[in-house]
């Protein structure tokens, strides 16, 4: 969610009343969630889930990132990802995966960025910084000859997409239960340091908000906005508009 504090809580001492915030609310307290949704015109939120907005970035935008980016984040963080490495992004045009290539490529330096997409979306995912980007409609994991020190699967396909991972390589499958014994799932541990941390990158443009060109849903529209994700077409982070 993005939006602007109307109040603050006793004790509140990050944000004052006005400023212009942001942040995933979801946080995980002895295995079950606190708090869920930010479908509506008002949301209570911790102060430590929320960062600054940057100036840059539209409400929108901003909304579009915290839960993709932190995830994102959190894979790259649990493999201890080293500059010069390589990674293979699968699914490089979703939400998740089109961030993880701008962090792969502006925020830890990897030496090889390689995605899949299909074939509608391949310039849009190397104009987000892959070297290469792989049709999986025209060629499978098997075909491809380069190993990599990182797979990042975003779509929960580590069955088959484990088989582009060095021997020594460390897979991260953002599905529930991994698919292979060798890929890790991630949660992601929402906190407003996680998006302060990449914050300069945000500003100075080196990572872009990634929405879908159907977005901004109007809040009329959730319906149809949910259709739009189920569809498994979206390109980037899907937004609902705030109630007017």
């Known amino acids: 969610m ?6 603050v809580g006793k004790g509140v001492s990050k944000f004052k009343k006005g400023d212009e915030v942001y942040g995933d609310i979801l946080e995980i307290v002895e295995g079950n969630p ?23 970035l539209s409400f929108e935008e901003a909304a579009s990132l915290p839960l993709a980016l932190q995830t994102a984040l959190l894979a790259f963080d649990t493999v201890n990802f080293q500059k010069g490495q390589s990674v ?13 290539i701008q962090l792969a490529k ?3 330096e990897a030496s090889r960025i390689v995605s899949t997409s ?7 995912v190397k104009s987000l910084g892959a070297d290469l980007v792989v049709d999986y409609t025209k060629q499978s994991y098997e075909q491809i000859d380069e190993k990599f020190d990182f797979v990042f699967d975003t779509i929960g396909e580590s069955a088959k997409s484990h088989v582009v991972a060095k021997e020594e390589g ?3 499958d953002i599905t529930a239960f991994p698919p292979h014994q060798k890929a890790v799932n991630v949660v992601t541990k929402a906190h407003g340091s996680n998006l302060e941390r990449v914050g300069k990158y945000i500003e ?5 908000a990634v929405i879908d060109p159907k977005s901004p849903y109007a809040f009329s529209d959730v319906v149809e906005a949910y259709k739009h994700q189920e569809s498994g077409r979206a390109r980037g982070k899907i937004v609902i508009s705030p109630i007017e």
């Open 204 to 208: 100075s443009g080196k990572l872009k």
């Open 34 to 56: 606190w708090q869920v949704g930010t479908l509506a015109q008002y949301t209570v939120v911790e102060e430590h889930l929320l960062a600054l907005k940057p100036s840059n």
């Open 2 to 7: 993005a939006g602007v504090v109307a109040e």
């Open 170 to 172: 460390k897979i991260v």
């Open 118 to 124: 299909s074939a509608g979306k391949v310039e849009f």
């Open 106 to 108: 502006n925020v830890f």
């Open 88 to 100: 293979f992004i699968v699914g490089g045009a979703g939400g998740v995966g089109s961030l993880a």
